[in-house]
């Protein structure tokens, strides 16, 4: 097979079929996380959860997580990325914020195989 030949339509349909294939396995293998919102007790889960629900109101205020350092600026918590999203998914589908982070969790779970896959 050359490199700078197309694919044909039949190529792309298999690909495409094995990518939603992937992608229900891993929605499937992960499934609970959408519906559970259980934190568990060996794991970083209630500090991401903590960060995300004290986020809520007080994003752009400068000591809005007053635990660390006398007040420390969301952009400079550990990992922000995460506590946001989980805080956008609670405030977007009014959900606890422990769903919102499951939910999350679960997303990148199952999305993470798919994007290697299409690379």
Known sequence: MELDKPMGRRE???TVAYGLILLWLNAYVC???FVNQTAWMNSMHGFWIALAERAGDSWRHAAWWPYWDCGIPFEA???PLIPAVTALWSTLRAVPPA???NAVTGLVYCLGPLSLFVM
């Open 77 to 79: 918590t550990y990992a």
């Open 99 to 101: 769903l919102a982070f």
């Open 12 to 14: 792309v349909l298999s």
């Open 31 to 33: 499934r609970e996380l």
